[in-house]
Antibody
């Protein structure tokens, strides 16, 4: 079955760079039509899409955060890494990675449990 | 950017009664390939989101048939035919026609 798990620091200081890893199983990110996305949710607030990486290494970023985000994949390790620069307290949130595929309308059909990140000095 | 607007933001419902959530997009969600990429997710308290509906009206695996989706173009609706206690949570619509955008969420609670 498809599973995803996020990992990374729980606390980062303002201006630092955040690096989060999504380790997955049950699918290959080299399969046509498959992609992995990152989504975040500040405490008590709505979901916000951040970035997406496709099976062919195409990448998409939220226009509002485009210049701070980088998404990469390591197919051999079944991992996707998200890097976010210039962290600020407003970036405090739970960060999720999720699986998506063309056959399900590119909806996010499987999610990790999320990893909380606090930005504070 | 496509903006997704949900109404209502809060939805108190009596057990066994129907519920309906509206989602409107700022532009048509019909993709150049002819598909409309609108999905609905449920987030129970303390849990990650869970996919309910994809491409407007298709129920995902394991989703009870009391959940249904409808709509076209820019106007979409999620309906629950008879609300159960386990349906408490926040419901989000999401478009994947152009990048990805979520609605603000609708919090369903039991009266």
């Amino acid at each position: 079955q498809i599973t995803l798990k996020e990992s990374g620091p729980t606390l980062v200081k303002p201006t630092q760079t955040l690096m989060l890893t999504c380790t997955f199983s049950g699918f290959s990110l080299s399969t046509d039509g498959v992609n992995v996305g990152w989504i975040r949710q500040p405490p008590g607030k709505a979901l916000e899409w951040l970035a997406l990486i496709y099976w062919d290494d195409d990448k998409r970023y939220s226009p509002s955060l485009n210049n701070r985000l980088t998404i990469t994949k390591d197919t051999s390790k079944s991992q996707v890494v998200l890097t976010m620069t210039h962290m600020d307290p407003v970036d405090t949130a739970t960060y999720y990675c999720a699986h998506s595929r063309y056959s399900y309308g590119y909806s996010f059909d499987y999610w990790g449990q999320g990893t909380p990140v606090t930005v504070s000095s | 950017d496509i903006v997704m607007t949900q109404t209502p933001l809060s939805l108190p419902v009596t057990l066994g009664q129907p519920a309906s959530i509206s989602c409107k997009s700022s532009q048509s969600l019909v993709h150049s390939d002819g598909n409309t990429y609108l999905s609905w997710l449920q987030q129970r308290p303390g849990q990650p989101p869970r996919l309910l509906i994809y491409k407007i009206s298709n129920r995902f695996s394991g989703v009870p048939d009391r959940f249904s989706g409808s709509g076209a173009g820019t106007d979409f609706t999620l309906k629950i035919s008879r609300v159960e206690a386990e349906d408490v949570g926040v419901y989000y619509c999401m478009q994947s026609t152009q990048f990805r955008t979520f609605g603000q969420g609708t919090k369903l609670e039991i009266k």
